[in-house]
């Protein structure tokens, strides 16, 4: 069984950044995939971003241009530096590793933007 442990969320004025990070307990076997979903009150668990083993990214359109996703595969920890943040940023943000047989996800954390 593989933990993830995330970190970084909080609360933060509007404009400001805010910097997430997952930490798994173990590698996970490629390919793979890492990513940061999250889930506002009354609205249902939506993908923020992804990153391949490969390198490649999949951004929402609503975090296109302000958050960047990147990973240490040496460290088996993605991150998700979020900029110019907005009030409908403020959700509970999730990490998520899987792979073809596998799928893990964090315990999450709050991320708040308000004023």
């Known amino acids: 069984q593989v933990q993830l442990v995330e970190s970084g969320g909080g609360l933060v004025q509007p404009g400001g950044s805010l910097r997430l990070s997952c930490a798994a307990s173990r590698n996970i076997v490629s390919p793979n995939a890492m990513g940061w979903y999250r889930q506002a009150p009354g609205k249902q668990r939506e993908q923020v971003a992804v990153m391949s083993s490969a390198g490649s990214t999949n951004y929402a359109d609503s975090v296109k241009g302000r958050f960047t996703i990147s990973r240490d595969n040496a460290k088996n920890t993605v991150y998700l530096q979020m900029n110019s943040l907005k009030p409908e940023d403020t959700a509970v943000y999730y990490c998520?590793?899987?792979?073809?047989?596998?799928?893990?996800w964090g315990q999450g954390t709050q991320v708040t933007v308000s004023s």
């Open positions: 998520n590793f899987r792979n073809t047989w596998d799928e893990y």
